[in-house]
């Protein structure tokens, strides 16, 4: 059974900082993707950071600077190094892993999340 576990939210005051982790199981971590998403109340879900199999980061342009995603495959975890935060990027953070077969299609596997709330 696939397993998605986010931790290390919680409670920062804006400029503060938050590293964010996800421990993965009952999946070949090595071979997915990982990503972060977020969603605010009242918001769609939205991409924060993926980072390949290979371990090459990727930032849609709204994201850069401020976030840093990285992986370990030898303990099949992926965090989120959150910096400069903002009341905005109050929300609450989802792992993902990502993975296309070709024979079988594409596997997205999901966590609860974690909250992080940005406020003074």
């Known amino acids: 059974q696939v397993q998605l576990v986010e931790s290390g939210g919680g409670l920062v005051q804006p400029g503060g900082s938050l590293r964010l982790s996800c421990a993965a199981s009952g999946v070949i971590f090595s071979i997915y993707r990982m990503g972060w998403y977020r969603q605010a109340p009242g918001k769609q879900r939205e991409l924060v950071a993926t980072i390949t199999s290979g371990g090459n980061p990727n930032y849609p342009d709204s994201m850069k600077g401020r976030f840093t995603i990285s992986r370990d495959s030898a303990k099949n975890a992926v965090y989120l190094q959150m910096n400069t935060l903002k009341p905005e990027d109050t929300a609450n953070y989802y792992c993902?892993?990502?993975?296309?077969?070709?024979?079988?299609?594409?596997?997205?596997?999901w966590g609860r999340g974690t909250q992080v709330t940005v406020s003074s």
């Open positions: 993902n892993a990502h993975k296309e077969f070709q024979s079988t299609g594409t596997r997205d596997y």
